[in-house]
């Protein structure tokens, strides 16, 4: 039997080698034969791709058209995909001034700001803001670069780059957000007379805690130096700023709140000194909506400083605004300033800049808007200034306020 | 000192009390507007405890949302929003309060535009000379009843996504409303089948929804253009369009200001209609289904 196995197996292998030897060869001619077909098909197919090229590039493809997609996802325009959220803002103002003195921007019609503002998600943890400022009678300059991280440990936000801190309540307000042409005195005067931006880091944090009301803590620390005019911490860019709000917020009704800010900066008034001037603030606004285009607001800010120079050591300066929207398109109100001056007289000590201002407001549309305004001042100097004041406001492009 | 470091390590605790989940506690939604918070709240029930951000009596493309708002925000597990560009504040609240997860595109935000037929989408390049017009098409989509099912579906798969363990509990209570919604409609279409093929003047386009619903018209706004107020020239011409084609009624919610409207159903023989776009906006239409039996009867009424 075994014998019998092992002949069948010899048998079958010698004829399989030989079967093999046969089929070598009609192997090797078919692989030729199917080699020049694949050949033929690359040419084929290199010729049609070249083709379908130039038929491209001469537009006679019709690529077919993407399917009307009637519901909510066909809002993304592929075009502006990546493009950041662009807005510009333009701010003309025309100014008559009572002093004969040829002061920038009196007694003619400037534009007396182009803002261009630019802002995206840089990644899903982060955003970046940024906001150019031109002017007719200006430089070019940057008012606002920063990125905004998100979702740091202990749910705060932080922003790096050069801000307007929330330091009181408007400064942190661009000029097309403020209620009046001009900011309030002690802002021009103690931070710039377009307000207080610099560059550093703020940490932002809502507090937790079991009450009706909300708190929002910021601490920031800033170069040294203010605004343009500035006077609170003048020429010390390389000595830091630190400053720190709280935000305590109530709401009495659906439509009546209340928000109480206080501020604390420390910072150099020079190079050789190191946070000499320490500086706290006080800001309120009571809100009263009718309806949802129609309310009243109270403002104010005032700002406590001590300053050497100053006879009794100490300066303070403040505003009070009442803001009535008494229509959807039309809107009016009046501020009182007072400001004790860092570089008052030695002879006047106590003169403080004070001013009365009155303005309407006519809302043409969402985008564009008239202001008239008349200011009158009774300044330190013992000098008067009367100010009439027109201004238009328009926004084009994208165009979203931070909530303050 | 031990004492000091305790208290400061109870304080730091308190700041933080967020973190600290409890098992059962339901969660917490916010939306937009008072009739996507009722509208979750027919899905979740007692599962959800939901807050509005604009209240009932405001126009929803004019809200400034407050402090308050933004701790809601920041507290909130799922934020309900209509999507489009119908609340242009919701990226800046959104943002104010900084929870990734709640911002656009994020799981945690509920766009209740996905998957509706958006009505008036734009086909040529829009601009600002065209009043302030909606890009993605009207996103007043709520006013049609036969939406509701579809944002009900969303709401009930966000929060069961949110809340896994009462998914089935979300389900049935979708059932639930469906079904509630199906019979309404029916009567809806039924109360104001007379209205059919007939034309009303509309302060803003915002009934495009609900006059598609009743197969109506809405053709001719007392805006001449989106958010851009009355003129006397256009107000002169919206009294011919009413006389020529005998139009009668003008509908507009109560957030505008009713005096040209007012002045041109006078000069035109019609009469001004109340029609609520958010849920609340009159008193006796805060739930969901009161809100629409409210304006159908109104419509109604004015049309017989």
Redesign the interface.
């Known amino acids: 039997m075994r014998i019998f196995v092992s002949l069948c197996f010899c048998l079958l292998f010698v004829s399989r080698a030989a079967w093999g030897q046969e089929s070598a060869a009609l192997l090797e001619s078919q692989v030729k034969e199917l080699r020049q077909v694949v050949m033929e098909l690359k040419g084929v197919v290199e010729k049609q791709q070249a083709e379908i090229e130039l038929l491209k590039r001469t537009e006679k493809v019709r690529l077919p058209e993407p399917s009307p997609r009637?519901?909510?996802?066909?809002?993304v325009s592929t075009l502006g995909r990546w493009n950041p959220d662009i807005g510009v803002l333009a701010d003309t103002v025309l100014k008559l001034d009572s002093p004969r003195e040829d002061a920038e921007g009196a007694d003619r019609l400037s534009v007396r700001e182009v803002e261009i503002v630019f802002g995206s998600?840089v990644d899903?943890?982060s955003?970046l803001d940024a906001v150019l400022d031109f002017s007719d009678f200006e430089e070019a300059a940057l008012d606002e670069a920063y990125l905004?991280r998100?979702?740091l440990p202990?749910?705060m936000?932080a922003r790096v780059g050069r801000f307007r801190p929330k330091i009181g309540k408007i400064n942190a307000y661009h000029r097309d957000s403020l209620e009046t042409v001009d900011e309030p005195l002690v802002i021009d005067r103690y931070f710039g007379h377009e307000g207080y931006s610099r560059s550093g880091v703020d940490l932002?944090?809502?507090?937790?805690?079991?009450s009706p009301m909300?708190h929002?803590l910021v601490f920031g620390v800033l170069e040294g130096g203010v605004g343009e005019g500035g006077t609170a911490f003048p020429g010390a860019r390389r000595r830091p700023t630190f400053y720190s709000h709280l935000?305590n917020?109530?709401?009495f009704s659906?439509?009546t709140?209340l928000?109480v800010g206080l501020t604390h900066l420390a910072g150099s008034k020079d190079a050789d000194r190191r946070l000499e001037v320490q500086m706290l603030g006080l800001d309120a606004v009571w809100m009263h909506?009718f309806?949802?285009?129609h309310r009243l607001k109270l403002q104010g800010e005032a700002f406590y400083m001590n300053r050497e120079e100053s006879v009794d050591g100490t300066l303070w300066g403040g505003y009070g605004l009442v803001d009535f929207r008494l229509?959807?398109?039309w809107a009016m109100g009046f501020r009182f300033d007072l400001v004790e001056l860092v570089d008052n007289p030695v002879t006047n000590p106590h003169k403080a800049d004070t001013g009365y201002t009155g303005y309407l407001t006519f809302y043409q549309?969402?985008?564009a808007r008239w202001r008239a305004q008349f200011s009158h001042f009774d300044l330190a100097t013992g000098k008067d200034d009367n100010q009439v004041l027109l201004q238009g406001t328009f926004a084009?492009g994208e165009h979203?306020?931070?909530?303050q | 000192m031990k004492r000091g470091t305790l208290v400061f390590f109870c304080f730091l605790l308190?700041?933080?009390?967020?973190v600290v989940y409890a098992g059962e506690a339901p969660l917490k939604v916010v939306a937009t507007t008072t009739t996507f918070a009722d509208l979750v709240k027919k899905v979740g029930r007692e599962r959800v405890s939901v807050a509005a951000v604009a209240?009932a009596?405001?126009?929803v493309h004019?809200?400034e949302?407050?402090?308050?708002d933004?701790?809601n925000a920041?507290?909130a597990d799922l934020f309900v929003h209509a999507?489009?560009d119908l609340e242009?504040?919701v990226?800046?609240?959104l943002?104010?309060?900084?929870?990734?997860e709640l911002?656009r595109g994020g799981p945690r935000n509920v766009?209740l535009?996905?998957?509706?037929?958006?009505l008036k989408?734009p086909t040529m390049p829009v601009s600002?000379a065209q009043?302030?017009i909606h890009?993605?098409?009207n996103p007043h989509y709520v006013m049609n009843p036969e939406n509701a099912g579809i944002m009900a579906k969303t709401i009930e798969g966000k929060l069961a996504e949110a809340d896994p363990a009462h998914a089935e509990s979300y389900a049935r209570n979708l059932k639930e409303f469906l079904e509630e919604l199906d019979k309404r409609v029916g009567h809806w279409k039924r109360l104001c089948g007379h209205c059919r093929d007939r034309e009303v003047i509309s302060y803003h386009d915002d009934v495009e929804y609900f006059v598609r619903f009743l197969g109506m018209r809405a053709e001719q706004f007392v805006e001449p253009k989106p958010?851009?107020?009355p003129t006397p020239r256009h107000l002169e011409f919206l009294q011919g369009y009413m006389k020529e084609k005998a139009v009668k009624v003008i509908v507009m919610p109560t957030?505008y200001?009713r005096e040209a409207a007012a002045a041109l159903a006078a000069r035109a023989g019609g009469k001004v209609l109340t029609l609520c776009q958010n849920a609340g906006e009159i008193r006796g239409t805060e739930d969901f289904f009161s809100f629409f039996e409210y304006n159908f009867h109104q419509i109604s009424e004015a049309l017989k």
């Not at chain 1, 009637?70 to 809002?75: D, E, F, K, R």
């Not at chain 1, 979203?400 to 909530?403: D, T």
């Open positions: 009637p519901s909510a996802p066909a809002v998600p899903p943890y955003r905004t998100f979702e202990f749910d936000t932002k944090k809502l507090l937790e805690v079991p909300t929002e935000k917020y109530v709401d659906e439509v709140n928000e909506h309806t949802s285009r229509h959807p398109l549309t969402e985008f084009i979203k306020h931070k909530l | 308190g700041l933080n009390g967020g209240p009596r405001w126009n004019f809200v949302p407050k402090p308050s933004v701790r920041a507290g999507g489009l242009l504040w990226d800046p609240l943002e104010a309060a900084g929870k990734t911002f766009d535009s996905r998957g509706i037929e958006l989408v600002r009043g302030d890009l993605y098409g958010g851009i107020p957030y200001p």
